[in-house]
């Protein structure tokens, strides 16, 4: 499942993210964030990290630098 999330995620870099330039306010940005959230996390983990960044995602958010957590226990703490 984190396979084919991933490739959707992908496709996205590869036709939709060009057309729409570099406007991302993080770094990574969110597209590679759900890619390694994905790989370290698994498909739930992941998306529940992904859905959190992406809901930062916004002119009133100032942005920065936002990793993604080394241990689930540190990405729990971010979660809430």
């Given at each position: 499942?984190?396979?084919?999330?991933?490739?959707?995620?992908?496709?996205?870099?590869?036709?939709?993210?060009?057309?729409?330039?570099?406007?991302?306010?993080?770094?990574?940005?969110?597209?590679?964030?759900?890619?390694?959230?994905?790989?370290?996390?698994?498909?739930?983990?992941?998306?529940?990290?992904?859905?959190?960044?992406?809901?930062?995602?916004?002119?009133?958010?100032?942005?920065?630098?936002?990793e993604?957590?080394?241990?689930?226990?540190?990405?729990?703490?971010?979660?809430?």
């Amino acid at each position: 499942m984190s396979n084919i999330l991933i490739l959707i995620v992908k496709i996205y870099q590869w036709t939709l993210s060009p057309w729409l330039g570099q406007n991302c306010r993080f770094y990574p940005t969110c597209s590679n964030y759900s890619i390694e959230s994905l790989r370290r996390y698994g498909p739930w983990k992941g998306l529940r990290l992904t859905v959190r960044r992406l809901s930062k995602c916004h002119p009133l958010h100032e942005g920065g630098i936002d990793e993604v957590p080394e241990t689930w226990e540190a990405a729990k703490e971010k979660v809430r």
